[in-house]
């Protein structure tokens, strides 16, 4: 859409200086032919995104593409429960200058994605504390501003400053998002890669690979995300990540080692690990 790319162009005409290793790489493949462009208008409309989707699916790597089309340096934060407003915005630290002390202060990524115009990536958001968060409600919001609480400076966002989070919805660790946070995004599902796209996902990432492999990996991937919809397996086993780390590992080893290291032993249930097992056995004969 021409208000895509005009703004797009934009954001490509700008200089960050010394920022410029921040600029992700791309490479997501979308699950379909709208999710990217649908996404990209609310990047370009100036509305945080939030990322909904299982572990390994390519959010970040979504996030990282958006980083690499608008050449913008992606600021992240990994979120925990130790998370806190210093993780955040910053801190003050004492420094020595012309044998004087000074208090300075040392500004975090939401600060300098504000000031810089970066894009700021909030990786696992619902894995920090509710408390934590309420911080960042006036940047996210109409308002895209903040009072810094450590300095009283009052921060305007550039207007190139944009935020994209992702959430692994009921995975252990995770809590709910704060309903007045989760109201400040816009959601996107982003699903595992099927067909045709983790095909092409394969060939691009291995094209040294053998034939045999890369249909081994795929048919088992399907059949691993049956399973999940099915119930019988947590998503995690059908990471699209941890197929790729285990069709890495199988270039060197027996493909059934390969899974069972990339794959298989980070399951918790035993049982789980035994249909997992089956199921790789079946196509690798």
Known sequence: MAFIEEDIQSRKSRSHGGFEKLIATGGYIPP???LWEDILSAVVLRK???LKGPTGAGKTKLAESISALCRQPLQSINCSVDLDAEALLGFKTLVQQGGESRIEFIEGPVVTAMKQGHLLYIDEINMAKPETLPILHSALDHRRMMTNPFTGEV???HEDFGV???INEGYIGTAPMNEALKNRFIAYPVPYLTGRQLQELWEREYPGASP???TFMLNLAADLMKQVENGL???EAASIRS???????AQHMDPMRAVRYAIAEKLEDESEREL???LAETWKK
Not at 243 to 249: P, V
């Open 212 to 214: 045999e492999l890369k």
């Open 155 to 157: 921060i305007l966002a």
């Open 233 to 235: 397996l947590s998503e």
């Open 164 to 166: 994209i989070a992702a």
């Open 48 to 50: 945080p995104v939030l």
């Open 32 to 34: 379909d032919e709208t």
């Open 276 to 278: 997992f097992m089956d």
């Open 243 to 249: 197929l790729l780390d285990a069709t890495a590992l």
